[in-house]
């Protein structure tokens, strides 16, 4: 099926340990972004980008980076994970940014736990 | 501010109407209104979006104040299947509210 593909779906961190979330979308679109759900609270922006080759800070972007790789693939790096990271991080992508063509397709998320 | 305002919580019960409201009285005249829900332990889900004109699809019916500062979603008859978090956000703007938990009794 069609849509936005993220790995992996679970993963355990030690304090200060780095990984790479990845993300990829098979629809063409030009926007993708990265949030960040704490249990019981909405979703956050960490990053998006709007197109290939640029990227944009968010809401909470402290303590991570972004690469967008090409059209296709948008990845979330932690270089020295915190507890504070500890989070279900969702990507998503979108055609025109949420305008007339019916806004954000979203993945089934990373539920990551920093120890 | 580009984030919208929604009450945090709303009951219903099975097989009743529901209205969810949402305030963006700070929108500008070329930013749709897109309505999402999430279920648990999913990521968020399209529900349907508008600008002006109410619009209606297979889920629910989204009416738009004429002056653009307000929403509702209708769902015209809610079941369990429908318990889930909404959140209403203005189109180009990429940030989510805490949403409103929508809880529906049998």
């Known amino acids: 099926n069609a849509g936005v593909t993220q790995t992996p779906k679970f993963q355990v961190l030690k304090t200060g340990q780095s990984m790479t979330l990845q993300c990829a979308q098979d629809?063409?679109?030009?926007?993708m972004y990265w949030y960040r759900q704490d249990p019981g609270m909405g979703l956050r922006l960490i990053y998006y980008?709007?197109?290939?080759?640029?990227?944009d800070k968010g809401e909470v972007p402290n303590g991570y980076n972004v690469s967008r790789l090409n059209k296709r693939e948008f990845s979330l790096r932690l270089e020295s994970a915190a507890p504070s990271q500890t989070s279900v991080y969702f990507c998503?992508?979108?055609?025109?940014?949420?305008?007339?063509?019916?806004?954000?397709?979203f993945g089934s998320g990373t539920r990551l736990t920093v120890v | 501010d580009a984030k919208t305002t929604q009450p945090n919580s709303m009951e219903s019960n099975e097989e009743e109407p529901v209205h969810l409201p949402c305030n963006h009285s700070t929108i500008s005249g070329t930013d749709y209104i897109h309505w999402y829900r999430q279920l648990p332990s999913q990521g968020p889900e399209y529900v349907i979006h508008?600008?002006?004109s109410n619009v209606n699809n297979r889920m629910a019916s989204l009416a738009i104040a004429e002056d653009r500062k307000s929403s509702t979603l209708i769902l015209h008859r809610a079941t369990l299947r429908d318990a889930a978090v909404y959140y209403c956000?203005?189109?180009?703007?990429?940030?989510f509210g805490d949403g409103t938990t929508l809880t529906v009794k049998p």
């Open positions: 980008s709007a197109s290939e080759g640029t990227t």
């Open positions: 998503a992508s979108s055609e025109d940014g949420g305008g007339a063509w019916g806004g954000y397709t």
């Open positions: 508008g600008l002006t």
């Open positions: 956000i203005r189109g180009g703007k990429s940030t």
């Open positions: 629809m063409n679109h030009n926007s």
